[in-house]
T-cell receptor, first 113, second 114 residues
Framework: QKEVEQNSGPLSVPEGAIASLNCTYS??????FFWYRQYSGKSPELIMF????GDKEDGRFTAQLNKASQYVSLLIRDSQPSDSATYLC?????????????FGTGTQLKVEL | KAGVTQTPRYLIKTRGQQVTLSCSPI?????VSWYQQTPGQGLQFLFE???????NKGNFPGRFSGRQFSNSRSEMNVSTLELGDSALYLC?????????????FGSGTQLSVL
């Protein structure tokens, strides 16, 4: 079992729809969870972080965390073509120590006109 | 505020050579981490430095090493390059490197080993 798992996609959604990206992690003691967006040929850009169970909203983005199910998700409302990118889930696992992040391999999102 | 700066942007080397990559963190950030990104493995943690000390290390061979200077700038060195070392090397900085802190990435150095 991978430490952080994501469906590689591609996930295709029409413009204006809600995109739902999912991530599961193996370390039950993990405390911090991050979503990065990476455009092709660019470096990862932090878009959301969440530490507590529940939902956290920032503009069109909502991060959801369920520690009991070891599951974190990212919802993108009113998806735009500019949202087309790879979305990386990253987890700060207790076993790693310090600020080491363990990344999933990413989900490719395509927003179609 | 300037972001994380990595140099060079691109590098082409041959097997057996060594390479040094440089990273300047965001001003005021004292923790610098290095990651390797490949299409097959994704982003993998190499090591993290704080106050010139390596605090954490990933599962990479000893050919991969790094250091941090008193101004928080960091360098990463790879000796005896292998074809499999071809990757995007990303540097990230954070304030103190404590659990849960946000990491900010540089643009990366694309290394090609021929």
């Amino acid at each position: 079992q991978k430490e952080v798992e994501q469906n590689s996609g591609p996930l295709s959604v029409p413009e204006g729809a809600i995109a739902s990206l999912n991530c599961t992690y193996s370390d039950r003691g993990s405390q911090s969870f991050f979503w990065y967006r990476q455009y092709s040929g660019k470096s990862p850009e932090l878009i959301m972080f969440i530490y507590s169970n529940g939902d956290k909203e920032d503009g069109r983005f909502t991060a959801q965390l369920n520690k009991a199910s070891q599951y974190v998700s990212l919802l993108i409302r009113d998806s735009q073509p500019s949202d087309s990118a790879t979305y990386l889930c990253a987890v700060n696992m207790i076993t790693g120590g310090g600020n080491k992040l363990t990344f999933g391999t990413g989900t490719q999102l395509k927003v179609e006109l | 505020k300037a972001g994380v700066t990595q140099t060079p942007r691109y590098l082409i080397k041959t097997r057996g050579q060594q390479v040094t990559l440089s990273c300047s963190p965001i001003s005021g950030h004292r923790s610098v981490s290095w990651y390797q990104q490949t299409p097959g493995q994704g982003l993998q943690f190499l090591f993290e430095y704080f106050s010139e000390t390596q605090r954490n290390k990933g599962n990479f061979p000893g050919r991969f090493s790094g250091r941090q200077f008193s101004n928080s700038r960091s360098e990463m060195n790879v000796s005896t390059l292998e074809l499999g070392d071809s990757a995007l090397y990303l540097c990230a900085s954070s304030l103190q490197g404590t659990v849960g802190e946000k990491l900010f990435f540089g643009s990366g150095t694309q290394l090609s080993v021929l």
